[in-house]
T-cell receptor
Framework: EDQVTQSPEALRLQEGESSSLNCSYT??????LFWYRQDPGKGPEFLFT???AGEEKEKERLKATLTKKESFLHITAPKPEDSATYLC?????????????FGAGTQVVVTP | NAGVTQTPKFQVLKTGQSMTLQCAQD?????MSWYRQDPGMGLRLIHY???????DQGEVPNGYNVSRSTTEDFPLRLLSAAPSQTSVYFC????????????FGPGTRLTVL
């Protein structure tokens, strides 16, 4: 069965203080690994999809990387508007269509 | 495009009551799904659909029914609400294959007393 573990559970950063979030996964044949951002009271918002080890994707201050066992979401020089919960999800090759296995998320707070 | 819409935004039920959570999308996506989100547990798949008339169970289907009569709509029915169904429910849709990007609605916060 697919498993996704995110760490840390919560992260408090000063504005401009770069850091990384971790997503460790166990899956039988990775089809894709997804990163989402979720603001309080809202639905998850898509950030990235990674398909194979070594792949990297960037969007503004965010950069996602992927290895065979984990993914990192690097936040460079964060701003208060980067405060959110970041969710990681995977889909394995034996999963039925549409089934994403989500981690519990990392809550990020960026203070001015 | 409105994207994925959900109604109601909040709902309080008594144990044993039934209700339907509405989900609609205007992106002409074939695939739709329902998740529930509970503190510390992440999002868990309840049911999903790969097209009109076709639905299947996810990880936590007990106590919920779905149907898909049109491409646009995918309602989730609670047959007899229980306190364990207190949660935030999200609907999602996507247009491509199994690893296409899923777009989520704003959620329905349900409390069962």
């Amino acid at each position: 069965e697919d498993q996704v573990t995110q760490s840390p559970e919560a992260l408090r950063l000063q504005e401009g203080e770069s850091s990384s979030l971790n997503c460790s996964y166990t899956v039988s044949g990775l089809r894709g690994l997804f990163w989402y951002r979720q603001d309080p009271g809202k639905g998850p918002e898509f950030l990235f999809t990674l398909y194979s080890a070594g792949e990297e994707k960037e969007k503004e201050r965010l950069k996602a990387t992927l290895t065979k066992k984990e993914s990192f979401l690097h936040i460079t020089a964060p701003k208060p508007e980067d405060s959110a919960t970041y969710l990681c999800a995977v889909q394995g090759s034996t999963d039925s269509w549409g089934k994403l296995q989500f981690g519990a998320g990392t809550q990020v707070v960026v203070t001015p | 495009n409105a994207g994925v819409t959900q109604t109601p935004k909040f709902q309080v039920l008594k144990t044993g009551q039934s209700m339907t959570l509405q989900c609609a999308q205007d992106m002409n996506h074939e695939y739709m799904s329902w998740y529930r989100q509970d503190p510390g547990m992440g999002l868990r798949l309840i049911h999903y659909s790969v097209g009109a008339g076709i639905t299947d169970q996810g990880e936590v289907p007990n106590g919920y029914n779905v149907s898909r009569s049109t491409t646009e709509d995918f309602p989730l029915r609670l047959l007899s609400a229980a306190p364990s169904q207190t949660s935030v429910y999200f609907c999602a849709s996507w247009g491509g294959g199994p690893i296409d990007t899923q777009y989520f609605g704003p959620g329905t916060r349900l409390t069962v007393l």
